[in-house]
């Protein structure tokens, strides 16, 4: 898959919020996605980026999923915090996305060293939130970072799971899913099937790295054919899937 060229055709296509004529997608646009975030939250997250980003701590990393392009088994925190956590306007749409819509249930595929779920958590401190994370020893870094930067017993529940496993069992309907980890196609469509049974029908399932792999990217399109999602938006490295069934199928290219 050529990204350039995948980039340039976003680029041509994506809209600001003139021509949206869907009353949810223009708020989301229009009122949702340009606010700021507060001083008290940026605080937050310019201490915790600091201690990320000189980190020298080593995890020795086992693979649970699609692998890295660019990093070895044993990892530096650093290394880890510049190449997979989720940073910029991606860690800003994640966050408004937690704090506009009073979600109660939130689960994130993939914790990482816990960076995409404080984002989560500072957008909606209320919010119950489940993280997974297969590989023990990164589990165990992210498991004192999160409770470093929250408190003990906060709402942040990680579990040291696959994600097969942990969906297989569980009977909570969330409310925000966010699928970041095990950038494969086939995975991230069974994924999503699996991830039914745990949805309801104002689900927002935000998907990372649609574009990561040319198979990736063809999951992606399966979904936003797929009759089940009404509502797809496409943000480049994110894309959003929500069931809406009372609305008309529709897909946006949005600028972010
Ligand atoms: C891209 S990182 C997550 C970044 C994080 N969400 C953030 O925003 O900072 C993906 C993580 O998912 C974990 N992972 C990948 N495949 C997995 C699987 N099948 N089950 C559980 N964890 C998995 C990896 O170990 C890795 O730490």
């Known amino acids: 898959m050529n990204i350039v ?5 976003y680029q041509l296509i994506a809209k600001g919020r003139h021509g949206i004529h869907s009353p949810f997608v223009y708020k989301l646009v229009d009122e949702i996605l340009n606010q700021k975030i507060p001083n008290s939250v940026k605080l937050q997250q310019n201490a915790l980026f600091r201690n990320l980003k000189k980190s020298k701590t080593k995890i020795n990393f086992q693979e649970f999923g699609a692998g890295s392009k660019k990093m070895d088994r044993q990892r530096i925190v650093s290394d880890v915090f510049r190449q997979s956590a989720t ?7 994640i966050y408004l996305l937690s704090k506009n819509f ?7 595929l993939g914790t990482s060293l816990g960076v995409g779920t404080l984002h989560l958590h500072w957008g909606n401190p209320s919010a119950k939130i489940t993280t997974l994370e297969a590989c023990p020893n990164t589990f165990a870094f ?3 970072n999160l409770q470093s930067q929250c408190y003990p017993n906060g709402p942040i529940n990680i579990e040291n799971t696959l994600f097969k496993e942990f969906i297989e069992t569980s009977k909570t309907n969330y409310d925000l899913i966010f699928i970041d980890g095990h950038h494969n196609g086939t995975a991230l469509l069974e994924y999503m099937e699996a991830l039914d049974k745990n949805s309801n029908e104002q689900t927002i399932f935000i998907v990372d790295d649609i574009r990561w792999s040319k198979d990736m990217l063809m999951a992606w399109n399966q979904l936003i054919q797929n009759e089940k999602y009404q ?3 496409d943000f480049f490295k994110m894309g959003i899937l929500m069931k809406r069934p009372t609305q008309m199928k529709e897909h946006f290219t949005l600028k972010l």
């Open 102 to 108: 009073e979600h109660k249930e939130i689960l994130e």
């Open 87 to 93: 940073r910029g306007k991606y860690a800003k749409l």
């Open 5 to 9: 060229f995948e980039f340039i055709k």
């Open 231 to 233: 509502l797809s938006i």
């Open 142 to 144: 992210a498991r004192k």
